[in-house]
């Protein structure tokens, strides 16, 4: 079959399109932006790829037609706290006016449970598009998830940061609301289950995992399993506002998404019936297994995708912008040093960030990822995705990779952190061996040009210690 797969980069995308593939399908991935596609060049050349924006105006001249099923994937949530149900509305009913001019059969859409009479606006909204879908020209099939598990997951990723930072938790009464975790290889399971499945067209199903647990208890039974100490307090008034600063300072999570998540925590989630699993025959494994076997993913170093790298979760939404570095107006730190050994040293350039650090003045850089959690930037704490590769698009700390090119040896970073102008960070070798950092800034007004210069005492340390640590053949610490 040939399957459109929307929101192909995102975190569900990216988990799905392998399982498309190796069942011998020819995947169409739909993506804003092409170069933020991270597939080696084996599964880059079974694929497809075509450029949209079904938030923007709609033009089928460079459409696929001949779509024999499609996966709707597209959310909005992180990006927005007012207006991201007007985005998702607007996309599905472009998504449907691209769909008129194919020859699409069915169109899978994944979902929120949505079973309580009062919904958050999160949950609204995703009900929303389920409506706009169904007045679609083919056959829909919904599958209603509520927390998904797994080892990049934004869920498991707020979950993790709590229990491993927060012995002692003074807790929202939320904590009390039940929920239906999912773990993700089973919400692929679902998803691929349903594809070309009649018995499926033009229905919804909720879908979750055996066990019905409360945030508390997901919390504890994760503790469990890491062999961490907690303790819980439950307060039984803690403002949305308030609830929502707590999720923002001490996970890795935006501002915007702990709005959302938060006004979605009040809600329960829970199956109203586990009919699709008799349909296809599947059997979900508990909460503590998907717990076990996210951190198998991790250990290894094989998370496949992570809701960090999505460009809702940082400042910027269009790499396009800013991949062109400014050459006016700009203040500069330019450092260059020869090196012995250019492969070695590109490694130690693709292991930037993260637990590997920055090189020189590990300590400063942290520093300054608190003051931007102050101040409602992304902060430090959104680490990497892998350890030892770099994909364009992937979020790194509290910079975004505009541009990674190893065969190239070029490495551009934009800084989404909160300042008085743009950043950019970039790293390459060039032909004479010759490693080359740049750091410009393009200061907005005169309250930018002053940091810049109340910054150049640091910079010539942190600048200076990073290119030598850098182009050392062994490794740092």
């Known amino acids: 079959m040939k399957i459109l797969l929307t929101g192909a980069n995102g975190y569900i995308g990216m988990r799905l399109l392998p399982e498309l593939l190796e069942n011998g399908h020819h995947v169409i991935c739909a993506v804003r932006d092409k170069n933020r596609l991270p597939l080696d060049p084996e599964t880059t050349s079974k694929v497809s790829v075509v450029e949209v924006d079904f938030a923007k105006e709609v033009n089928t001249e460079s459409f696929p037609k001949d779509i024999d099923a499609a996966y709707y994937l597209i959310h909005s949530m992180s990006g927005s706290t007012t207006d991201f149900d007007e985005i998702e509305a607007r996309a599905a009913e472009n998504f449907n006016k691209y769909m008129a001019t194919t020859s699409v059969k069915q169109v899978i859409y994944l979902s929120g ?31 209603r998830a509520g927390i998904v598990v797994g080892s990049g997951s934004s869920s498991f990723e707020i979950i993790r940061d709590l229990c491993e930072k927060l012995p002692l938790m003074v807790a929202p009464s939320w904590l009390k609301t039940r929920i239906q975790p999912i773990a993700i290889r089973d919400v692929i399971s679902f998803l691929y289950g349903v594809l070309n499945n009649e018995k499926c067209f033009d229905q919804s199903f909720d879908i979750g995992g055996p066990c019905v647990l409360t945030y508390k208890e997901m919390l504890q039974q994760y503790s469990k399993i890491r062999g961490l100490k907690l303790w819980i307090i439950s307060v039984p008034v803690m403002s949305p506002r308030l609830s929502s600063y707590w999720l923002y300072f001490v996970t890795s999570t935006s501002y915007k998404l702990a709005v959302n998540l938060v006004d979605s925590m009040k809600m329960e989630v829970v199956a109203k019936d586990n009919k699709l699993q008799k349909i296809l025959g599947i059997q979900p494994i508990t909460y503590e297994e998907a717990i076990r076997k996210a951190f198998v993913k991790i250990e290894q170093n094989l998370v496949v995708s992570s809701w960090k790298d999505s460009l809702v979760a940082g400042r910027i939404t269009n790499l396009k912008e800013y991949i062109q570095v400014p050459k006016y107006g700009c203040l500069k730190d330019r450092k260059i040093l020869k090196v012995e050994n250019p492969e070695k040293v590109l490694d130690n350039i693709w292991a930037i960030g993260g637990k590997k650090g920055w090189y020189y003045g590990n300590t400063l850089w942290k520093l300054r990822g608190f003051m931007d959690k102050i101040v409602g930037g992304v902060g430090l704490r959104r680490g990497r995705t892998n350890p030892n590769q770099i994909y364009t698009g992937d979020a790194l700390d509290f910079w975004r990779v505009l541009y990674a090119d190893k065969e190239n040896k ?16 970039e790293f390459c070798i060039n032909e004479k061996n010759e ?19 109340t910054m150049l005492p640091f910079h010539y340390f942190i600048f200076g210690g990073m290119i030598r640590n850098i182009s050392k053949i062994e490794e740092v610490s």
């Open 410 to 425: 070029r490495l551009l970073l934009f800084a989404e952190m909160k300042l008085p102008g743009e950043a950019w960070l």
């Open 113 to 143: 449970i949505v079973n309580q009479e009062q919904l958050s606006k999160h949950l609204s909204s995703r009900k929303k598009v389920e409506e706009i879908l169904y007045q679609g020209n083919y056959k829909v099939t919904v599958l």
């Open 435 to 453: 490693l080359i950092q740049t750091a410009t800034f393009r200061p907005k007004g005169i309250w930018g040009r002053l940091y810049w210069y």
